[in-house]
């Protein structure tokens, strides 16, 4: 989240809420819990952005690095001031690019909305 031009990163759950975990044998009275979290926004003073950890797992074409969460974070400190079509233009760029000719190894999902 970006508000009043300073980043503030909140943390998550570790807990997923997809995928094959329903699979697995569980445990009787086994339940997943989530933390309810409440921030303060500013009218017109906020980004937020949600992300899945698919796009911080790609790996790049030369070295088998993965993106990384710094590297996202610095291409949304660049762009988060730009509209959102724009934004969507450089942060698809930049995942292009870092993948050069690899196939794509994860879903890679972005959520981003201004307040």
Same mark, same amino acid.
């Given at each position: 989240?970006?508000? =009043?031009?300073?980043?503030? !990163?909140?943390? #998550? ?9 329903? +699979? ?5 009275? %086994? ?12 009218? =017109?003073? *906020?980004?937020? !952005? ?10 790049? &074409? =030369? ?12 291409? +949304?400190?660049?762009? !988060?001031? +730009?509209?959102?079509?724009? #934004?969507?233009? &450089? +942060?698809? %760029? ?10 794509? *190894? ?10």
């Amino acid at each position: 989240m970006f508000q =009043n031009d300073k980043i503030n !990163y909140i943390e #998550q759950d570790k807990n997923s809420i997809g995928g094959i975990h329903h +699979l697995r044998k569980k445990k009787k009275n %086994t339940e997943k819990k989530f933390t309810t979290k409440t921030i303060n926004l500013d009218q =017109n003073k *906020t980004s937020v !952005y949600m992300f899945s950890d698919g796009i911080v797992d790609q790996f790049d &074409e =030369n070295n088998r690095k993965k993106f990384s969460r710094k590297r996202l974070k610095e291409i +949304l400190q660049r762009v !988060y001031k +730009l509209p959102m079509d724009k #934004q969507k233009e &450089e +942060l698809q %760029t930049a995942t292009k690019n870092w993948q050069g000719n690899n196939r794509q *190894t994860d879903d890679i999902t972005i959520i981003g909305f201004k307040i």
